[in-house]
């Protein structure tokens, strides 16, 4: 039986109470007291089961849904704002309180409440700044590290598209994503759905997606945490994500680039797997000489292709008689794409003339 069941239990016997008081008292206006009182108080027992929920479990639920959606930074602000505002009107208490009437007995609870909401309201608009001045006074040690409070208590939200990669457990793994990884509920739901899908390739794919969240919850090291917030009016998972970021002031972690140009137009904060794993490639430059197996032909006639360390692919001109063979070849051009970098090079020119002698 659920909390709700009981408060609509209690509420149906106290209402039914209350409406059988009153309509004993109207029925002795009437000589019929029985009766009234019995009306009334089925009348306050239906009452007590239709408004009970709405006067206590559902405000609970509301409020709990609205802390839910506020970030750690927002919370902590706020509270210290309360504390500020509750100190301020204390101490303008007494002053107050020695006014002449009613002003020395209203003006002090009307401190309270304007004080507090002033406060609360400064501090959560400021909280930035409040951040910043604490990471600047207490992140700093002997040893000249830094530890961010924006950075160790941040909370980074994952796109289901990101957990099926698998990626994601590797780089928590380095230390590169310091704080919380939030799944939502329905980025969960989501991804069970792909998982119990009739296409093979999507049901194993939702199937490590499921795999690389039971790591991410092992390692000691990672905050992972699944959360039943939601968004009410979006039906889309991408929508409700970058609502909810908004909400939150946090950050999507993807490799959707539909996604990726969605979330940046809005103001939404994207951390891109695909962009990282580019940062990270190896820096080549024109003139340079690579050592590679060219292993297949390239679109182009004559072209060969092969892939360095890091899976860079590299385009060898008139490398289509040296696959299977490891040769060294000379960078001609590199292209930066939207998919990636591009490497164009060729063999050299001493080992195509002995080749074709």
Known sequence: MSVEFFFRIF????????????????????????????????????????????????????????????????????????????LVA?????????????????????GVVVFSYLSISLFVMRQGDIMSLLSAL?????????SSWTNLNRTILLDTSVIIDGR??????????PGTLL????????????????????????RRGMEVLGELQKQPNILTRISDID?????EVDDKLVVLARQLKCPILTNDYNLNRVAELQGVTILN??????????????????RLNVIQEGKERDQGVGYMDDGTMVVVE???????????VAVTKVLQTAAGRMIFARVEEEKQSKRKK
Not at 100 to 109: A, Q
């Open 273 to 290: 797997i695909n962009e990282l794993a580019n940062a990270v490639k190896s820096v080549v430059l024109p003139g340079e000489i690579l």
């Open 168 to 177: 994601v457990a590797d780089i928590a793994k380095t230390g590169f994503l």
């Open 90 to 110: 204390a101490l303008l208490a007494f002053p107050l309180s020695l006014l002449p009437r009613p002003f020395g007995s209203v003006l002090p609870f009307v």
């Open 138 to 146: 207490g992140g700093r040690g002997e040893s000249g590290g830094s």
């Open 318 to 328: 008139n490398g289509r008689d040296y696959i299977g063979e490891y040769q060294e």
């Open 11 to 86: 509420g149906m016997l106290v209402f039914a109470i209350i409406g059988g008081y009153w309509g004993g008292l109207a029925g002795r206006l009437a000589d019929q007291t029985t009766f009234y009182a019995v009306i009334f108080g089925l009348i306050g027992a239906l009452a007590g089961i239709i408004l009970t929920p709405y006067l206590t479990t559902r405000p609970v639920r509301a409020f709990r849904a609205i802390l839910g959606r506020l970030s750690a930074e927002t919370l902590f602000a706020g509270l210290t704002g309360l504390v500020a505002g509750l």
């Open 231 to 235: 968004v009410e009016g979006m039906r």
């Open 183 to 206: 799944i939502p509920r329905f980025v969960l739901n989501e991804l069970q759905y792909i998982a119990d899908s009739p296409d093979g390739m999507r049901r194993q794919r939702g």
